[in-house]
């Protein structure tokens, strides 16, 4: 969890900027990790037929 908060302890307002979890027991987080090529190919075929189904 990344929590922000003012220049002394006693400042407010506090405020959590961003949290995450972890979907199964034991696998850690991933954050900042690039898809692999082929999870990119496929969201790219994806929006390229929606985009041509939306032409028609």
């Known amino acids: 969890m990344k929590i ?3 220049s002394t302890l006693a400042a407010q307002p506090r405020a959590i900027i961003e949290y995450a979890y972890e979907s199964e027991a034991g696998v850690g987080i991933m954050a900042g ?3 692999a090529p082929s999870t990119a190919a496929l969201l790219a075929l994806g ?6 189904r939306r032409r028609k």
């Open 47 to 52: 929006a390229a037929g929606m985009a041509g």
């Open 33 to 35: 990790v690039v898809p």
């Open 4 to 6: 922000a908060v003012g």
